[in-house]
Structure formats: structure tokens, C-alpha cells
């Protein structure tokens, strides 16, 4: 994690809710006519309580309670909202080794959370300990480059889905990271894992021109930014496709107080968002279009639970 990004978004995030809430009214552009808000969390871990108040870094911050409260707010400032999750729901406390998912899913469900993909950690109670906790989850499990054709998950995720509101067309695809020296073989089974670029690539194609969507959204379980650069991440996702508008991350834990602005290989904006773990945060995106479904701008801050 980063630590000094991580205090300097602290005292950010608390200055702006010391100003008196989250209306964006203030500031939306004068021409736009509709606006889209994107929350999005990733690396929870199981956490569902509040962190206690000893704890060495975050203390008094999450639960799973608070950010139903904030999450509803926003929902009501604004009716035209998607929740996602960017992965490794399971494992980090004893909820997990006891109810072994359940609980995570079913809460999430509480929440009405859109969409999730899948990291590393959803897999330690094996693929079929995911699969077991799959009545629970009503929400889309979204995961293109892995393929589950042989095995219990075949056909209980989907490498995206296209969300509508207020007449915006907003498609999501969801990526994983190389499960092969983060989980045993044995837990992962027959799961092939495919190149994540490529699939970013072939897919973001297909939700802009063959669903015609207005916004195109990775969920990114790949990880924020590696010191070898040949190694898949969001970053590099960013710079190397096209046609992508947000890639909201998770498996780094990387704590962002804003999203990282790149651009891709054809010059375009792409931004990059990831809300550091636990639960302790819930990241936010705001897309502002014109009538004709044209995005004319978009933001993004990470509130604190």
C-alpha cells in the first residue's frame, strides 16, 4: 500500500465531508443532461465489522453497515447508480472460515451491488467452495479471460454485461489475474487463464461497437501498477487498448484519492481507479453526458467509510 497516498487521501476525503455531504450540483457541467454515478470497492477480505478503534492504521473506518448508509445516500442524490466489486470478496477474517462465503455474498446481495469479477482470494476454499456459496450472490459474477468450460463455474459467470440507465448504455467486462503461483492448482482446477490485454481489447470492441455502449467500464482484479512493466496491470491496460473509459481495480490494495488519468494508444483519456481495501473505502465516478448520450466529462474521489 501506499502509505502517503493513503494519509494525504484521509485528510482530502474528510475535508470535502466536513463541507456538508456529497451533492456534485455545484460543480456539473452546465451543458450536460444526464449524469451516471459508478461506486465501486474491491479487496474487502471478509471484513464486515468496523475496523476497532486500536487498530495501528485505520481505526474506527469500515463495516459493511456504514457503507450501506453511504451507499444509500448516494442512491438517493442519484437514482442512476451501478455497484461494483473488483474482487477477492473472501478471506481476511473469521467469517470467512466459518461460513465460508456466505455470509460475504449475502450481504452484498443486502446491498444490491450490480456486479463483481473474481480474484485470487475467491478461490481458497477451492472452485467448488465458490460455487457452493453461488446461491447467495444475487448479483453477475463478470470474468473474461478466464475460461471455466470444464469446470462446476461454467456457465455461472459471464464475460460482461451491458447496464442501462436513464438511456445510457454502460458495459462492463471483468478481468483476472494469473491464479497459477497465487493459488494452488488443485483450488483453480481446470480454469484457464487467457492473456488480459488481448481479451481488454476484443471486448471493449464488442461493447463499443456491437452493443453500441455509451460507457465502457473494466473491472480489473490485475492489480494497479507493477516495477516490471511487462507484467499485466491496469496501467499498462490503460496505455495498450482502446475504447475503455474507467478501469477499476483491486489486488494491489492501492489507495488512490483520485483516479489516475492515462491515456490510450490512441491518445483518448482512460481513467484508473482503485479504493485501497478492506472495505475501509468506496470509490466513486461520476459520468456527465449530453443528449445525444456524448460524455462530455468524469470525475472521481474516494470517500471514507
Same mark, same amino acid.
Given at each position: 500500500m501506499k502509505r502517503r497516498d493513503f494519509i494525504q487521501h484521509t485528510s482530502a476525503s474528510a475535508a470535502f465531508l466536513s463541507l456538508g455531504g456529497f451533492s456534485l450540483s455545484s460543480c456539473t457541467p #452546465?451543458?450536460?443532461? =444526464?449524469?451516471?454515478?459508478? /461506486?465501486?470497492t474491491n479487496d474487502v477480505h471478509s471484513h464486515i465489522d468496523v475496523l476497532p478503534d486500536n487498530d495501528p492504521r485505520n481505526p474506527g473506518k469500515g463495516g459493511v453497515s456504514r457503507r450501506a448508509t453511504l451507499i444509500e445516500r448516494i442512491r438517493r442524490e442519484n437514482p442512476n447508480?451501478?455497484?461494483?466489486d473488483a474482487g477477492d470478496i473472501?478471506?481476511?477474517?473469521?467469517?470467512?472460515?466459518?461460513?465460508?462465503? #456466505?455470509?460475504?455474498? =449475502?450481504?452484498?446481495?443486502? /446491498?444490491?451491488?450490480?456486479?463483481?469479477?473474481?480474484?485470487?482470494?475467491?478461490f481458497d476454499?477451492?472452485?467448488d467452495g465458490l460455487y457452493a456459496q453461488l446461491p447467495h450472490a444475487d448479483f453477475d459474477f463478470i470474468i473474461a479471460n478466464y475460461d471455466f468450460s470444464d469446470t462446476v463455474?461454467?456457465?455461472?459467470?459471464?464475460?460482461?454485461?451491458v447496464f442501462t440507465r436513464d438511456g445510457i448504455k454502460i458495459g462492463v467486462f471483468g478481468l483476472g489475474i494469473q491464479l497459477k503461483g497465487l493459488v494452488n492448482d488443485n483450488l483453480y482446477k481446470e480454469t484457464k487463464y487467457l492473456d488480459p490485454v488481448?481479451?481488454?481489447?476484443?471486448m471493449s470492441t464488442v461493447l463499443k461497437r456491437d452493443e453500441n455502449c455509451d460507457v465502457v467500464v473494466c473491472l480489473s482484479h490485475i492489480g494497479y501498477r507493477y516495477r516490471d512493466n511487462n507484467r499485466p496491470s491496469d496501467i499498462m491496460l490503460a496505455e495498450n487498448t482502446e475504447n475503455i473509459d474507467i478501469i477499476i481495480g483491486g489486488h494491489t490494495h492501492t489507495f488512490l484519492d483520485r483516479?489516475?488519468?492515462c491515456h490510450n494508444r490512441k491518445?483518448?483519456?482512460?481513467?484508473?481507479n482503485q479504493a485501497g481495501c478492506f472495505g475501509i473505502n468506496v470509490g466513486r465516478i461520476d459520468f456527465y453526458l449530453d443528449h445525444d448520450n456524448k460524455l462530455i466529462d468524469r470525475e472521481g474521489r474516494t470517500i471514507i467509510v
Open positions: #452546465e451543458n450536460t443532461a =444526464k449524469h451516471i454515478t459508478i /461506486l465501486h447508480t451501478l455497484l461494483l473472501f478471506q481476511g477474517t473469521p467469517y470467512f472460515n466459518y461460513y465460508g462465503g #456466505e455470509l460475504e455474498f =449475502k450481504l452484498m446481495s443486502m /446491498l444490491r451491488y450490480d456486479a463483481a469479477t473474481l480474484g485470487n482470494h475467491d476454499n477451492g472452485i463455474m461454467d456457465t455461472h459467470t459471464r464475460p460482461y454485461k488481448e481479451i481488454a481489447q476484443d483516479p489516475t488519468i491518445g483518448e483519456k482512460v481513467l484508473v
